[in-house]
């Protein structure tokens, strides 16, 4: 029977030998999620998720830390006993069958297929708003270059650059910290500490803090990708275990610091006007705190550096699970290439630049359409992962730690799925049409009898 503190399993149980690069330790694990997720995430956010939340934007902060603690966890149960690429597709096609193990890798690819793509064009926004002379398009080839360049030259480059970025706005929190707490303390547009972010009686529904997390679960969305990373990992499982368990609590405490104070600056407010006032109020609120130079840094630090820092991560872990994907043939076995000498996944990763330009060129005027399907594909994985939890532990090893690998996993799930339920309809409209192709993928490669079945069944 596995256990979540056992040695890590061979690679070659798997059956599958060892081809990507083992280089990886447990911080650079760490501050390539944290990268992903970023330091400052909801900063871009942060005006969407005000309106949504009545003002509480904080306590929507904490309840994503309940709820995705239980998804950390799972992650964390499946990395430990399956340590492979292809994260949620492995362990779902590994514990409840290959068809399983297809849809579930087919809905994170909904999430991390559309996340690179998400990230440039909300860079290019908030550089053309510091810059408005230069057009968006330039900005996302320049991008695209350096991402691709970076990706392709080895995983340690990635994490170097994700480290570096990274450090960049862990300065820009210190600095809105002191700057905040400044303005509070001398009541600069009228702030002055209160708990009403934390809890406001007046406003406050169940209901409406789901519905402000469902959006705010883009903040978390990152922790998932370093399972990816499993077999670039030096320990494997265990050091994926340990980063995730790390990175969780250390986001959500970031996260819910900065929201408090940004929220202090906007007193007596439960919703901010639509348009400019919204998209912006993150930036905005930098400028009341430090003027001019401080808003150009929430531009830069909190919109163009966190955005294109997720892009970078979230190609890489695109490419993985198409790497992972792909060994099983189930996707086309031309992505299943590891270059010799960078010893990465060179032709998914160039697949994932390739994508991402068409889903610009589509979804340029509609990100909000764009960051709810990121959120639909990335939910539909988590609850994959859930599933697995319990396929594996419960009923295939016969584990009889109930609350630990039954309990867990069907509060998380149960978590997971009323988020969303309270998704804008859109998202669950072209998350499901996803889903629908999937499976129709999926039927006629059985139909035509093309190989559906994993290597070797672990």
């Not at 149980?13 to 690069?21: C, H, I, N, T, V």
């Not at 005027?365 to 697995?388: E, K, P, Q, W, Y």
Request: proline share 4%; hydrophobic share 55%.
């Amino acid at each position: 029977m596995n256990d979540t503190g056992a040695a890590n399993p061979a690679l070659e149980s798997f059956g599958y030998k060892q081809e990507l690069k083992r280089s990886l330790r447990v911080r650079d694990l760490f501050a390539y999620g944290l990268a992903m997720v970023s330091p400052i995430a909801p900063i871009a956010v942060f005006g969407f998720v005000f309106n949504a939340a009545k003002g509480m934007v904080p306590l929507v902060y904490v309840i994503g830390l309940i709820a995705m603690a239980f998804t950390a966890w799972s992650y964390i149960a499946m990395a430990r006993a399956m340590p492979v690429a292809g994260s949620v597709y492995t362990y779902a096609g590994r514990s409840m069958g290959p068809a399983a193990g297809f849809l579930s890798g087919w809905a994170m690819l909904l999430d991390y297929m559309l996340v690179p793509s998400l990230m440039y064009l909300m860079t290019a926004v908030a550089l053309a708003a510091i810059i408005p002379g230069v057009p968006k398009w330039v900005w996302i080839a320049g991008m695209l270059a350096v991402n691709g360049a970076t990706n392709l030259t080895g995983i340690e480059n990635t994490t170097r650059l994700s480290l570096v970025l990274t450090v960049f706005q862990v300065v820009y929190f210190v600095l809105l910290l002191v700057l905040g707490v400044n303005g509070a303390l001398n009541g600069v547009n009228g702030a002055h500490f209160t708990t009403t972010p934390l809890f406001n009686p007046d406003v406050f529904s169940v209901a409406t803090m789901f519905s402000a997390l469902s959006i705010a679960v883009l903040s978390f969305l990152g922790f998932d990708a370093i399972s990816t990373l499993a077999e670039e990992a030096k320990d494997s499982g265990r050091a994926v275990a340990k980063a995730t368990a790390l990175l969780l609590p250390v986001a959500t405490l970031l996260f819910v610091i900065q929201t408090y104070l940004m929220c202090l600056f906007l007193p007596g407010l439960t919703e901010l006007p639509a348009g400019d006032a919204t998209d912006a109020a993150g930036y905005d609120i930098g400028g009341l705190i430090g003027g001019t130079p401080m808003k150009v840094m929430a531009s830069l630090m909190g919109g163009a550096f966190a955005t294109f820092l997720s892009a970078v991560t979230a190609q890489a872990a695109a490419a993985r699970l198409m790497y992972g994907m792909a060994r099983d043939r189930k996707l086309p076995a031309f992505l299943a290439h590891v270059s010799p000498g960078r010893k990465v996944p060179d032709r998914a990763i160039i697949l994932t630049m390739v994508i991402a330009i068409g889903l610009m060129a589509i979804f340029s005027d509609r990100i909000d359409t764009l960051a709810s399907m990121v959120n639909f594909g990335a939910l539909t994985g988590f609850i994959c992962v859930h599933l697995s939890v319990i396929a594996h532990y419960t009923v295939k090893e016969k584990d009889r730690r109930w609350g630990r690998y039954l309990l867990a996993p069907i509060v998380g799930l149960a978590i997971i799925a009323y988020v969303l339920w309270n998704m804008d309809v859109v998202a669950k409209t072209a998350g499901a049409v996803w889903l629908g192709i999937g499976i129709v993928a999926l039927v006629v490669a059985k139909m035509t009898g093309k190989r559906v079945t994993p290597v070797m069944e672990g």
